[in-house]
């Protein structure tokens, strides 16, 4: 029982004890968190595996295209555009997949999260699909919404840019230093802003009925108030998971490498010199070290269901003061 009290949700705690329970409830419960979620998070591996097959073999193509049209015909380069449009089209949508089936397999984890939050425990599951399609469909929806809010001022600042390139290129010329500089500065004040939105998107999922944008009107707020706890929570546990990721992807950095330097050479001239399997071979590896990795990543996605339980449990004391 004392066991279970300490890792309730709803309490109070500093960011070490939201980082201390949410690795005991992953790891105490991983068996059942994984049986729950194999099967989608299989789907989410097999699209990145396709996602990063086709990026280590097109994207050098496509880049030293590019270029060699850039210097050869000052500029024009729809050519190559049209002749790689496929492969273009294709990285998009594999992008999109893989955020899509991210997003879903991440559900199964957050439906027994939801049971815990509950019951105070988590079940092992009857069957392997336990994520009600709503929850699944309301999961996607939070995290496409949550990317067009941070998002849209990124691309308005970028249309900006552009426009400024092209109008008055004579602003920009010999500027770069200062532009990188203003572009990272930039980065960071939306990516501080962005923070309290983990709050926003736990939320939003774990208490239906509430839209999205009326959670985010009345709850960006509290994660706000709470932004300190929510920097160093996410800080140490990407930095774990960070970590952790560059021993399990190394493979696939490593065969990713490979391809790019036999593709960069082939458009050079020189002889592809790579197997036939390796195509294959680097798509078995991607999703392998995919299927891992996204495991590794959920720790991330416990840590947040801590920090919504504290913020929501000091919100509540704060109330009833």
Known sequence: MEKQQDLSLLKARSYRSVLTAGFRLYTENFRRLFKASWQMALLYALACGGLGTLAAIRIPELTMVLLQQLTAYQGIFIEPLLQYGASLLALIGLSLLALATLALASATILAKLKEHRETGA???????????????????????????????????????????????????????????????????????????????????????????????????????????????????????????????????????????????????????????????LTFFTFTLCCFIEFYISQLALVHNYYVYGSIEAQEEEKVKR
């Open 122 to 280: 988590i079940t092992t599951p009857p069957h392997w699909l336990t994520a009600s399609p709503k929850l699944m469909g309301r999961t996607l929806k939070g995290v496409f919404l949550t990317l067009l809010v941070v998002l849209l001022p990124t691309l308005l600042i970028g249309a900006l840019m552009a426009a400024i390139a092209m109008t008055q290129p004579a602003l920009l010329h010999g500027r770069l230093i200062t532009v990188m500089a203003i572009s990272i500065v930039y980065t960071l004040i939306i990516a501080a802003f962005a923070l309290p939105l983990l709050h926003v998107l736990m939320k939003y999922i774990m208490e239906a009925p509430c839209g999205y944008w009326r959670t985010l009107s009345q709850h960006y707020g509290s994660g706000l108030r709470h932004w300190g706890m929510m920097f160093l929570v996410f800080f140490v546990s990407i930095l774990v998971i960070e970590l952790a990721s560059l021993v399990v992807m190394m493979p696939a950095h490593i065969l990713n490498l490979a391809n790019q330097t036999a593709h960069t050479g082939l458009l050079l001239g020189d002889p592809l010199g790579m197997p036939s399997y390796m195509t294959p």
